[in-house]
């Protein structure tokens, strides 16, 4: 069995049916909670998402938010003060450009505030089912560490790389599980090595 193999092999062991764990209504509910999670955690977002989306119940109401208010929620995750002003300029721009629909096109999603190729991928990825791998600060670990990639390689190396490797129909499954297992398993501090069935392919060996 290959290393790739003994990879694909474990993940889905560990992970056989893996979620995303980003809690979400609609699709600009995704979009938001998935542009707030930057430098942050799903469990910080999902305590503030509900407030949210309770309190301003349309797109339209969302892009009306007193500033203040929305800064006061988001607080949590960090960077409030630039990720509310994302929140609002997305809510209003889905209001006034696209009829509340969050577009597919990949350079009009970017264009918008805080949404760079990473979140366009979990995005399209989770939403539409697409096809894609979105390389956050897990997925670039754990592939640095199981030398799936070089530890020069930058994120967007690290996505090409996976994507020559995985095959196309898995990476949608594949990304959700590196995810996932650099959050529980090979965690950037004290990963848990002792059991890791990958340790003798792994870069560091602890």
Known sequence: MSNLELIESYMDELFPD???ELIYNTDYELL???MLSAQSTDKRVNSVTPIIFSKYKTLLDLSRADLRDLEDIIHPVGSYRKKSLYTKEIARRLVEEYNGVVPTDREILESFPGIGRKTVNVFLSEYYGYPAIAVDTHVE???KRL???FLKDNVLDVERKLMKKLKKDSWSKRHLQLVLFGRYYC???KPLCSTCKLRDICREKK
């Open 32 to 34: 938001i909670a998935i």
């Open 141 to 143: 670990r754990v592939s």
């Open 187 to 189: 965690k950037a501090v």
């Open 18 to 20: 893996p979620k995303c």
């Open 147 to 149: 030398k799936i990639a």
